[in-house]
């Protein structure tokens, strides 16, 4: 018997799985036109793997499966496929609260998502099975969707008390070796805000749940606030919302740099890392600078974040040049509810003073005009609006609130009077402003009272159900095809097609090094897919639109051109339409019929 054959020097190359939303956006290209060998250029895959997708087209063109997704499964029911959508927007919106996931509270998400949409479902269908969000799927659905590096381990939701302890000494520390003053001291947190929202017993917020598919009242945007320990500055507030250039701006032409808050847009309306620096560049530093060379102070402040994903921990490497002055120093995984400053009822309060601000106007727009409530609510209240009743707001928190905020963190820096039982409401006016949302309430007809405020404000933090992610998931995957400013418009107009072409090219080519050479495909991928869905996908479609509307302008040339040279009975001459037959696969549009057009 001869000797065994040594194994391979060279272990078989690992299989790369090409993204489902790429394969679909090779589809998309054929169908436009574009040639295999040109696919295969593109794409650098074998033609093999192209022509493979190209025959599959039909499946893969059907199938509906979570952003990031790389592979997809005929026994894999649709309502797991909902799920996993479904959890993806709500890890989502965890991130946007900066509160941690682990393991466990993803996989009981998912078994309550199973379970209402088993709910949903008809009795006798087929596409039920048991589900018990077991290890192994979790693994396979992090590999699906690149999201283990989002997953924190340990118990997530707990509030680390030892950690915070330990962290206000050292915090008490790092404040007198650097000679830090109050003023020089600041932080920022991000909120949610559902900016056409009333309290849940009003006849206006009972007509809205009546009217199907009309949910402004879910139309969320995110706010992130700062300020400082002594509270006698406010830093411009970052707002991100889902729309760039709002109806209501366009209507007005509304000058964005003219706002009272930093605009800026997205999708999921989330605070991104970009969105956090463009902050820090274009707020945070020039008013920080701006106020400690007012009071004379030297230039240098600290920054006090949590641990939110719009917070990237290497921040610092960018703080350089007009922003080297600014210091960043996060507190400890766990700890901001018991820390944080924005959180010790600055962010309740702003909330509450937003919401006396929006009954004010309700009640000085039907006392001025000719308007009802309801008709200044339905046609009127915007979100130019809203933005405007935001900076009233913010400018209402006293820097009584904003000081007392830092009690926990760094309780030295408070005014003794909030230790000695003085003002216990840090709002504390005439009327305390529950009080004076209760007023205008019922002035206004409306059933309110303090505990529906306590709720309203609440709410806002409160974890989106399965048919509010439902609502979420659709609204989303609506965006992206969102129309822009007419500006943006106009200067799209003015791109050679060449020139857009050039670039989705250049865009194929930075996005398959990238799929090909990242340590981890799916996070690639996923990636890759979501700038595809909400960027390329649209130059894509202008780049189709002109060409098919290219065809179409030949063909009435053409057709011109053989009406022209009709005889005297008006009968064409065969040899001139024949031609036009070429011309016919190039303008119809998928499952469209010759008799159609």
Not at 128 to 151: C, L, N, P, Q
Not at 220 to 237: E, F, H, Q, S, W
Not at 341 to 352: A, C, G, L, R, T
Not at 370 to 396: M, P, R
Request: a neutral charge.
């Amino acid at each position: 018997m001869g000797p065994k054959k040594a194994s391979s020097a060279n272990p078989t190359p690992q299989r790369v799985r090409i993204p489902i939303e790429l394969k679909k956006e090779i589809i998309d290209k054929y169908e436009s036109g574009v040639r295999i060998t040109d696919l295969v250029r593109l794409y650098k895959k074998p033609k093999s793997t192209i022509g493979s997708i190209v025959g599959k087209k039909t499946a893969i063109k059907e199938a509906v499966v979570a952003k990031g997704l790389t592979v997809f499964s005929k026994q894999r029911s649709q309502v797991m496929e909902d799920v996993e959508r479904l959890l993806l927007v709500w890890i989502n919106e965890k991130q946007l609260a900066g509160d941690s996931v682990s393991q466990a509270i993803i996989c009981e998400k998912a078994r309550k998502l199973h379970d209402d949409l088993i709910k949903k479902m008809p009795a006798t269908s087929d596409d039920v099975s048991e589900f018990k969000a077991s290890k192994g799927w979790f693994e396979r659905f992090k590999k699906r969707s690149g999201i283990h590096s989002v997953i924190r381990h340990g118990e997530a939701a707990s509030s680390d008390h030892k950690a915070a302890e330990k962290y206000v000494h050292e915090f008490k520390e790092y404040i007198e070796t650097e000679g830090l003053e109050p003023e020089q001291v600041f932080n920022c947190d991000e909120t949610g805000l559902f900016w056409k929202k009333m309290p849940s017993r009003t006849y206006i917020t009972q007509e809205e749940k009546a009217l199907p598919g009309h949910k402004p009242m879910k139309d969320r945007l995110t706010l992130l606030m700062c300020a400082n320990a002594t509270g006698d500055c406010k830093v411009k507030p970052l707002l991100v919302y889902h729309s760039e250039t709002p109806r209501a701006f366009r209507q007005k032409n509304v000058l964005k740099d003219n706002l009272c808050v930093l605009w800026r847009a997205n999708s999921k309306a989330w605070v991104t890392r970009e969105f956090f620096y463009n902050w820090l560049h274009h707020a945070f530093a020039p008013n920080v600078k701006d106020y400690l060379t007012e009071k004379k102070l030297d230039l240098k402040c600290l920054l006090v974040l949590d641990n939110a994903p719009g917070h990237p921990t290497d921040v610092a490497e960018r703080l350089y040049g007009d922003m080297s002055f600014i210091t960043v120093k996060f507190l400890p995984p766990n700890t901001t509810p018991l820390l944080q400053p924005m959180d010790q009822q600055v962010i309740s309060n702003f909330k509450k003073l937003y919401t006396k601000a929006l009954f004010q106007k309700c009640f000085e727009v039907t006392t001025d005009t000719g308007l009802t409530l309801k008709e200044f609510w339905k046609d009127h209240f915007n979100i130019l609006s809203c933005v405007n009743l935001i900076g009233k707001a913010w400018e209402g928190v006293t820097k009584r609130t904003l000081n007392s905020a830092w009690k926990k963190l760094w309780p030295e820096c408070v005014d003794k009077r909030d230790f000695e039982g003085f003002e216990a409401n840090p709002e504390r006016s005439s009327i305390p402003v529950e009080e004076s949302i209760v007023a205008l309430g019922k002035s206004l007809g409306l059933e309110v009272s303090g505990e529906d405020v306590e709720e309203l404000v609440e709410e806002d933090n409160e974890e989106l159900t399965t048919d509010e992610l439902i609502d979420q998931l659709q609204e989303q995957e609506a965006r992206p095809g969102e129309t822009g400013s007419e500006e943006g418009r106009e200067k799209l107009k003015e791109l050679p097609t060449s020139k857009i072409k050039e670039m989705c090219a250049k865009w194929l080519e930075v996005q398959t090094f990238f799929d090909e050479n990242h340590p981890h495909t799916a996070i690639a991928s996923r990636a890759g897919d979501y700038y595809n869905d909400t960027v390329v996908k649209h130059f894509r479609k202008v780049i189709k639109e002109r060409e098919v509307q290219a065809t179409m302008d030949r063909y009435l040339v053409r057709q011109k051109s053989s009406d022209s040279q009709a005889g005297p009975s008006g009968i064409k001459r065969r040899r001139e339409v024949t031609p036009e037959k070429d011309l016919l696969p190039q303008v119809l549009m998928e499952g469209d019929s010759p008799s159609k057009h």
